[in-house]
C-alpha cells in the first residue's frame, strides 16, 4: 500500500467522522432539554478533534511525495562594484 492509498482511507474515515458529527449536531439543536444538549456536547468534541486529526494525516500523506520547495523573501538586488 503506498502512502497515497493510505490518505485515501483516512479521507474516507474522515468522511465518516464527519457523517456522525453531522448526525449528532442535528440531534443536539433538536434536543428538548439542556441535559441532553450537553452530553451530545461531550460526545462531540472528541469527534470533532479526531476529524480534525485524520484531515490533516489525509492531506499530509497525499502530499508527502510532492516536491517541497518554500517560500523566501526576495531578496534586495546587489550593488555590481568595480564596473561600470
Known sequence: MTLY???LEY???AAM???RISELERAQREAGDEGSRVRLDRRLRPLRSMY????AVARHLN???QKFTP???PRAPRERKGRV
Open 5 to 7: 492509498e493510505l490518505s
Open 11 to 13: 479521507e474516507q474515515t
Open 17 to 19: 467522522l464527519r457523517q
Open 52 to 55: 480534525r486529526d485524520v484531515r
Open 63 to 65: 502530499g508527502y511525495y
Open 71 to 73: 517560500r523566501r523573501a
